[in-house]
């Protein structure tokens, strides 16, 4: 894709309880849909909070952003946006369930949920915080997105490489 990447990340609250045959769901789904839109990202799930992350072109991004907000089955506590990266953090993930990610894989499982973990909780102090995002904030929890990027692009080289 030629351009610049622009990206959001959100964080939700969950109107109910999901089971994994329903994240599963949602994760083929968004990403079936994705793949059409050229939309790269990840969905992850925890104690009925959503942490997603999706970048491609304004237009596309724009209008997935539109599409979440309408979702009744959550609540989006806080959107952040990314305009300064050039290249993007996922390239061949379009829409990939970190959560069945992370019950499959060995190595490099800790690490990743911990750096999820670190990021969800970060985004829930910031909101629960009842303070306005800074750019230093921001730029923080972006930061926290490129080291699951890179670790999540090990991942898949290693993948690669053992088959």
Wanted: glycine share 4%; with cysteine.
């Amino acid at each position: 894709m030629n351009g610049s990447i622009e990206s959001f990340l959100y964080l939700s609250k969950s109107k109910y309880g999901l089971c994994t045959k329903e994240l599963d769901l949602f994760a083929q789904q968004f990403s079936s849909q994705n793949r059409l839109f050229g939309i790269t990202g990840f969905l992850y799930y925890n104690n009925g909070y959503f942490i997603q992350y999706f970048e491609g072109s304004s237009k596309a991004v724009l209008q997935l952003k539109q599409n979440i907000q309408l979702d009744s089955r959550h609540v989006v506590k806080i959107w952040l946006n990314d305009r300064e990266k050039k290249n993007r953090r996922f390239p061949d993930w379009s829409m990939n369930n970190l959560n069945d990610i992370l019950k499959k894989t060995n190595s490099l499982n800790n690490t990743l949920n911990v750096l999820y973990s670190i990021l969800l909780l970060s985004m829930q102090n910031v909101t629960n915080s009842g303070k306005k995002i800074d750019g230093i904030t921001q730029r923080q929890l972006f930061e926290k997105v490129d080291d699951l990027a890179s670790l999540a692009n090990e991942m898949n080289l290693n993948e690669r490489l053992t088959n």
